[in-house]
Antibody
């Protein structure tokens, strides 16, 4: 079955960077884009962007441009998001999700908690 | 960016009740709308896409309607496992945007 398994929780200091991984299985990795969505404590869902595993092309939401990098590794069927210049407002659970036609997110990782604190 | 506005922000209901949640887009999005259910500490779960199409495995008591700017999610007869937060998401234009969520609580 389709599975997306994310890396564990991280605690980071302001100004540093964090990389979250998302390892996929159960389907052809290059057939579907993977998007990233984050959720601050007690808040709603915020879309960050996505990566096309086939060619590596990315689309990053404007508010994250310059601070977010999304990459993929076809040899391990994994996708990564790196967020730099961390600030306290980046404290959130970060989810990866597979995207089907109609831009629907049909399978999700379990989430990775990132805490930014001095 | 397309703004998605859900109403109500929260609703209390009883087992067996019929509940409807509304989502309004700031501009027309045809039928490019999805609905998700999220329980505390869990990832969202896709319920409906293309405004009206039930995701495989989702109970038929869930239904979606609407097109253009106004959409609804209806649960015909609430079950205990339905108490959660629901989000709409527009898939018409990047950036993808979500509604702020509707919390469905037990009365």
């Amino acid at each position: 079955q389709v599975q997306l398994v994310q890396s564990g929780a991280e605690v980071k200091k302001p100004g540093t960077s964090v990389r979250v991984s998302c390892k996929t299985s159960g389907y052809s990795f290059t057939d579907y884009s993977i998007h990233w969505v984050r959720q601050a404590p007690g808040q709603g869902l915020e879309w960050m962007g996505g990566v096309n595993p086939s060619g590596g092309g990315t689309y990053i939401a404007q508010r994250f441009q310059g601070r977010v990098t999304m990459t993929r590794d076809t040899s391990t069927s994994s996708v990564y998001v790196e967020l730099s210049s961390l600030r306290s407002e980046d404290t959130a659970v970060y989810f990866c999700a597979r995207v089907l036609t109609s831009s629907r997110l049909d399978a999700w990782g379990q989430g990775s908690l990132v805490i930014v604190s001095s | 960016d397309i703004q998605m506005t859900q109403s109500p922000s929260s609703v209390s209901a009883s087992i067996g009740d019929r509940v409807t949640i509304t989502c309004r887009a700031s501009q027309g999005i045809s039928s490019w709308l999805a609905w998700y259910q999220q329980k505390p500490g869990k990832a969202p779960k896709l319920l409906i896409y293309n405004a009206v199409t039930l995701q495989r495995g989702v109970p038929s008591r869930f239904s979606g309607a609407g097109s253009g700017t106004d959409f609804t999610l209806t649960i015909s007869s609430l079950q205990p496992e339905d108490f959660a937060t629901y989000y709409c998401q527009q898939a018409h234009t990047f950036p993808i945007t979500f509604g702020q969520g509707t919390r469905l609580e037990i009365k």
